[in-house]
């Protein structure tokens, strides 16, 4: 995978990989379940990295990149099992957000200080 892989590639990639290595899909909730595990993985760096807590023993030698990619492989995952396709997805979201905030932020005085 290149740092150039579109989600539509990182979606078929990730549907090749499960249906070959993985060899089938888990369920939808078991995958949910996963994703909140990975996302609690992802947390506890975080935290420790950025936040106020100390690494445990050898905590410190996992990756943020690792984990965001744990969370990223699950979540496309998901969508890949039940029919979405994130690239749509995606750009039907930010092109909400777009049009919601387009001013909320820049007249938000809490960013500006």
């Known amino acids: 995978m290149s740092n150039s892989t579109t989600i539509q590639q990182a979606?078929?990639?990730v549907d090749q990989w499960i249906k070959t290595i993985g060899v089938k899909y888990f369920s939808e909730l078991t995958n949910?379940?996963?994703l909140m595990e990975e996302v609690g993985e992802l947390s506890?760096?975080?935290v420790r990295k950025y936040g106020d807590q100390?690494?445990?023993n050898k905590e410190g030698e996992l990756?943020?990149?690792d984990e965001m990619a744990?969370?990223?492989f699950v979540l496309i995952s998901l969508a890949n099992q039940t029919g979405i396709d994130l690239t749509a997805a995606f750009e039907k979201n930010?092109?909400?957000k777009t049009n919601r905030d387009a001013?909320?932020?820049?007249n938000n005085e809490k960013l500006h200080s």
Do not use: A, P
Not at 103 to 106: G, I, L, V, Y
């Open 11 to 13: 979606q078929e990639q």
């Open 32 to 34: 949910l379940g996963i």
């Open 44 to 46: 506890r760096i975080m």
């Open 54 to 56: 100390s690494f445990k």
């Open 63 to 65: 990756e943020l990149g």
């Open 70 to 72: 744990d969370v990223l």
């Open 94 to 96: 930010l092109q909400k």
């Open 103 to 106: 001013t909320r932020h820049q």
